[in-house]
């Protein structure tokens, strides 16, 4: 490509190379040697740094960077979203696309989808190519994952965060942390902490007991710190305990910094600074999301006048430069080594792919429907907007401008497209529709929809039921405000535009209907899921989500996901719900279900969910056999051997679920809480022993009078399975002594 053609950005990273070359040959300063200790590198760095350049770097020069300082060879940081892949430049000074063509990146299926893989290894995967693209778009900062608790299943974000489950939801991070940060770049763990809800964000201000913080929100971020190396957290909207989160003494001094030792940096979510004096003692490092002039702002005049009229000690900003200089060399910006970035490869779609087919569940598959015979079927008759919908563009700040997306329609096409008669009716009325379908590139199948109402949509699409072998209908929801959007819950657990009668009719002109299901939590299915033979929860794909959805329905894959939340049969069943603790009364909410979040409050409640936490069918079946609990030599932990066999007719995976219950416990504890699991891929008829750790950590609670975590002497059960509400293996344990256990 013509250099002259290469966008500003990649000349000033060039001129830039060339000034630290330059300072290199002529001082070998120690901040630039990759061989002195990171703590030498950064002393040395901030010894070197003005007043106003120390500042610089702890307040925005616009949307998504901080300043250079070409003096000291210290680059222009750029930061980006999002949590399922690199968004598009926006700005620089407003939130309008930067209109740049070199901003494309990989959709990857957002984090509520990676964590219904259940798959670690897939997970640091993950993270890996978000790293490697966020490195290619000359970004130092990835502003994921988001790992907020799935407490309500109305949650605008639910399709950003990995669930309901503290573990799994700790695991998922870990993994993708670890993943990203292998790339030379930071990660970002947010939104710390108790950010549960779209509902007056900004504002709320969330109150619940010292246990549910620290057993049920805060161990996905502590997991973040401690295993994971997490580089920079990110202060959330709201209030906790009457404190803005981005300026929260007892979260971010307290707990992160001086109780878990956190090393990084805190940043502000976009705005979400209100005070100059909390952020500067309350442990904020890095403000955002300002706009011009960025010098009016918390962390930056206020703060210089504050520091030279006595109010705020140097050392207060030496602290936060340290934070911002010890990201960037944990990073290594300043190394040679550091890795090379790349975008949109086969591997990268590849992965895009397989978190998207081993996401999907199947709920539900009477008489063997699926998966669908491509020598046998002759004609397909694809049903509902979703099914040519594009998704990944929307939602708000995790949105991506993907090289492609392959839309479910699409997907079904490359699979039988040659062989089959694949019909398409729009089905229902999605205003948005028209404006999310690719704009100019030529649609898969003749639109005969256009500019019908909604009966006719309705009408013309049981026609087309009748006269096909088999139905798939795709549906659900959409990043439409109200729905699975950034800044608003939704209104109801229930699917929009009038889907549960066309799903009926539809049903009933053809019984041979798979309803797939596009949504980032639980809606209502009530009033079709008896006479609808299988249903596919796909969340959303990313990329290659219409590719995915083919091979799953088609038995290429077979399909391996697990609910990461609970699908209630009605909104009322779930704890936020029943208690009337959900958006929260005069600026409050009151965590009045505490500990029983998801699955935990069903099981104390002995309510039947339409769909478990952590259910998911196969092509093929799983026996479990065995259960054997070993003590580990090192220390008094243990494992739990399960042994399990396949056998069905098809080669498949499965994920183990370990649950501990504590039988006698002296305190308020959940009947039962996921505290391992393992995916494994068994061929048919074939039987494989899964050994999972369970340390005395798995069998503590939080213990507000001693501030640690106890194994409490006593008996447990330990139950293992395919789901929270199939356990067939029992084992029990017994810790004979009390202890505190690290955590
Ligand atoms: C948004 C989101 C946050 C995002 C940031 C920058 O409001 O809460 O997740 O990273 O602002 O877009």
């Given at each position: 490509?013509?250099?002259?053609?290469?966008?500003?950005?990649?000349?000033?990273?060039?001129?830039?190379?060339?000034?630290?070359?330059?300072?290199?040959?002529?001082?070998?300063?120690?901040?630039?040697?990759?061989?002195?200790?990171?703590?030498?590198?950064?002393?040395?760095?901030?010894?070197?740094?003005?007043?106003?350049?120390?500042?610089?770097?702890?307040?925005?020069?616009?949307?998504?960077?901080?300043?250079?300082?070409?003096?000291?060879?210290?680059?222009?940081?750029?930061?980006?979203?999002?949590?399922?892949?690199?968004?598009?430049?926006?700005?620089?000074?407003?939130?309008?696309?930067?209109?740049?063509?070199?901003?494309?990146?990989?959709?990857?299926?957002?984090?509520?989808?990676?964590?219904?893989?259940?798959?670690?290894?897939?997970?640091?995967?993950?993270?890996?190519?978000?790293?490697?693209?966020?490195?290619?778009?000359?970004?130092?900062?990835?502003?994921?994952?988001?790992?907020?608790?799935?407490?309500?299943?109305?949650?605008?974000?639910?399709?950003?965060?990995?669930?309901?489950?503290?573990?799994?939801?700790?695991?998922?991070?870990?993994?993708?942390?670890?993943?990203?940060?292998?790339?030379?770049?930071?990660?970002?763990?947010?939104?710390?902490?108790?950010?549960?809800?779209?509902?007056?964000?900004?504002?709320?201000?969330?109150?619940?007991?010292?246990?549910?913080?620290?057993?049920?929100?805060?161990?996905?971020?502590?997991?973040?710190?401690?295993?994971?190396?997490?580089?920079?957290?990110?202060?959330?909207?709201?209030?906790?305990?009457?404190?803005?989160?981005?300026?929260?003494?007892?979260?971010?001094?307290?707990?992160?910094?001086?109780?878990?030792?956190?090393?990084?940096?805190?940043?502000?979510?976009?705005?979400?600074?209100?005070?100059?004096?909390?952020?500067?003692?309350?442990?904020?490092?890095?403000?955002?999301?300002?706009?011009?002039?960025?010098?009016?702002?918390?962390?930056?005049?206020?703060?210089?006048?504050?520091?030279?009229?006595?109010?705020?000690?140097?050392?207060?900003?030496?602290?936060?430069?340290?934070?911002?200089?010890?990201?960037?060399?944990?990073?290594?910006?300043?190394?040679?080594?550091?890795?090379?970035?790349?975008?949109?490869?086969?591997?990268?779609?590849?992965?895009?792919?397989?978190?998207?087919?081993?996401?999907?569940?199947?709920?539900?598959?009477?008489?063997?429907?699926?998966?669908?015979?491509?020598?046998?079927?002759?004609?397909?008759?694809?049903?509902?907007a979703?099914?040519t919908?594009?998704?990944?563009?929307?939602?708000?700040?995790?949105?991506?401008?993907?090289?492609?997306?392959?839309?479910?329609?699409?997907?079904?096409?490359?699979?039988?497209?040659?062989?089959?008669?694949?019909?398409f009716s729009q089905g229902y009325l999605d205003p948005?529709l028209s404006s999310?379908r690719?704009?100019?590139?030529a649609q898969?199948l003749p639109d005969a929809d256009a500019g019908r109402r909604g009966?006719e949509l309705?009408?013309r699409?049981?026609?087309?039921?009748?006269?096909?072998?088999?139905?798939?209908?795709?549906?659900?929801?959409?990043?439409?405000?109200?729905?699975?959007?950034?800044?608003?819950?939704?209104?109801?657990?229930?699917?929009?535009?009038?889907?549960?009668?066309?799903?009926?009719?539809?049903?009933?002109?053809?019984?041979?209907?798979?309803?797939?299901?596009?949504?980032?939590?639980?809606?209502?299915?009530?009033?079709?899921?008896?006479?609808?033979?299988?249903?596919?929860?796909?969340?959303?794909?990313?990329?290659?989500?219409?590719?995915?959805?083919?091979?799953?329905?088609?038995?290429?894959?077979?399909?391996?996901?697990?609910?990461?939340?609970?699908?209630?049969?009605?909104?009322?069943?779930?704890?936020?719900?029943?208690?009337?603790?959900?958006?929260?009364?005069?600026?409050?909410?009151?965590?009045?279900?505490?500990?029983?979040?998801?699955?935990?409050?069903?099981?104390?409640?002995?309510?039947?969910?339409?769909?478990?936490?952590?259910?998911?069918?196969?092509?093929?079946?799983?026996?479990?056999?065995?259960?054997?609990?070993?003590?580990?030599?090192?220390?008094?932990?243990?494992?739990?051997?399960?042994?399990?066999?396949?056998?069905?007719?098809?080669?498949?995976?499965?994920?183990?679920?370990?649950?501990?219950?504590?039988?006698?416990?002296?305190?308020?504890?959940?009947?039962?809480?996921?505290?391992?699991?393992?995916?494994?891929?068994?061929?048919?008829?074939?039987?494989?022993?899964?050994?999972?750790?369970?340390?005395?950590?798995?069998?503590?609670?939080?213990?507000?009078?001693?501030?640690?975590?106890?194994?409490?002497?006593?008996?447990?059960?330990?139950?293992?399975?395919?789901?929270?509400?199939?356990?067939?293996?029992?084992?029990?344990?017994?810790?004979?002594?009390?202890?505190?256990?690290?955590?």
């Open positions: 490509m013509n250099p002259w053609l290469l966008p500003l950005r990649r000349w000033c990273a060039a001129l830039l190379a060339v000034g630290v070359a330059a300072v290199r040959a002529v001082e070998p300063a120690p901040y630039l040697d990759p061989a002195q200790p990171l703590e030498t590198r950064v002393g040395d760095l901030l010894g070197r740094m003005t007043l106003d350049e120390k500042l610089a770097l702890v307040h925005a020069d616009s949307k998504f960077t901080t300043a250079a300082i070409p003096r000291l060879g210290i680059p222009r940081r750029w930061m980006s979203d999002g949590p399922n892949g690199v968004r598009e430049d926006v700005g620089p000074d407003t939130w309008l696309p930067a209109g740049h063509t070199d901003d494309f990146s990989t959709a990857m299926p957002p984090l509520i989808a990676l964590a219904a893989t259940w798959n670690v290894d897939l997970g640091r995967a993950y993270g890996t190519v978000l790293g490697s693209e966020a490195r290619e778009r000359n970004k130092q900062i990835l502003l994921g994952p988001g790992v907020n608790i799935q407490r309500t299943p109305l949650g605008g974000r639910s399709f950003e965060f990995p669930g309901e489950d503290p573990w799994l939801t700790s695991r998922v991070a870990v993994s993708y942390i670890q993943g990203v940060q292998s790339q030379g770049v930071a990660a970002c763990v947010k939104h710390f902490a108790a950010n549960n809800q779209e509902e007056q964000r900004g504002s709320i201000d969330v109150q619940m007991d010292e246990r549910t913080l620290r057993e049920i929100y805060l161990p996905a971020f502590e997991a973040a710190v401690k295993e994971a190396g997490v580089l920079v957290v990110m202060g959330s909207y709201n209030q906790f305990r009457g404190q803005h989160c981005c300026e929260n003494d007892y979260l971010l001094n307290q707990v992160l910094k001086k109780e878990w030792g956190f090393p990084g940096l805190v940043v502000s979510d976009w705005g979400g600074v209100h005070n100059t004096d909390e952020a500067v003692r309350n442990g904020l490092d890095l403000e955002m999301g300002t706009e011009p002039p960025y010098d009016n702002f918390y962390l930056a005049r206020r703060f210089r006048n504050g520091i030279l009229q006595g109010k705020y000690p140097l050392a207060l900003l030496d602290d936060k430069v340290r934070r911002n200089l010890r990201v960037m060399f944990a990073s290594k910006v300043f190394d040679p080594d550091r890795p090379a970035g790349a975008i949109n490869t086969p591997t990268h779609q590849a992965t895009a792919r397989q978190v998207a087919e081993e996401a999907i569940v199947l709920l539900k598959n009477d008489g063997g429907l699926l998966p669908l015979d491509k020598g046998r079927i002759r004609s397909v008759a694809v049903i509902g979703n099914a919908r594009l998704q990944a563009h929307s939602g708000g700040s995790s949105a991506i401008k993907s090289f492609y997306e392959i839309t479910p329609l699409e997907g079904i096409l490359h699979q039988v497209g040659a062989a089959a008669n694949v019909t948005d999310d690719r704009p100019g590139a898969p009966e309705a009408a699409a049981v026609e087309a039921a009748k006269q096909a072998d088999v139905v798939v209908y795709v549906g659900g929801l959409n990043h439409d405000r109200f729905f699975d959007a950034e800044g608003s819950d939704r209104k109801d657990l229930k699917l929009p535009y009038g889907q549960d009668e066309l799903i009926r009719r539809v049903v009933a002109a053809n019984p041979r209907t798979v309803v797939v299901l596009l949504s980032g939590s639980a809606v209502e299915m009530g009033s079709w899921l008896g006479q609808v033979p299988a249903v596919l929860q796909a969340w959303y794909g990313g990329a290659e989500g219409g590719n995915a959805l083919g091979r799953i329905l088609f038995g290429v894959v077979n399909p391996s996901g697990k609910l990461p939340c609970t699908f209630p049969k009605r909104l009322e069943d779930s704890p936020a719900h029943a208690l009337g603790a959900y958006p929260g009364e005069h600026g409050t909410e009151r965590y009045a279900e505490g500990l029983l979040v998801g699955y935990r409050w069903f099981d104390a409640k002995h309510i039947e969910p339409q769909f478990p936490f952590g259910f998911g069918l196969s092509y093929t079946r799983f026996t479990y056999s065995r259960l054997a609990i070993t003590p580990v030599a090192e220390g008094n932990a243990s494992a739990a051997a399960v042994t399990l066999t396949n056998s069905g007719p098809r080669d498949g995976a499965e994920t183990v679920e370990v649950y501990v219950r504590p039988l006698h416990p002296s305190v308020p504890r959940p009947e039962k809480e996921l505290k391992a699991f393992g995916k494994v891929a068994l061929r048919a008829g074939e039987t494989k022993t899964v050994t999972l750790p369970l340390p005395r950590a798995a069998f503590a609670f939080y213990d507000p009078q001693r501030a640690a975590w106890v194994a409490e002497q006593g008996d447990y059960e330990i139950l293992a399975g395919g789901s929270s509400r199939d356990l067939p293996l029992t084992a029990p344990v017994r810790l004979a002594a009390t202890s505190v256990v690290a955590h």
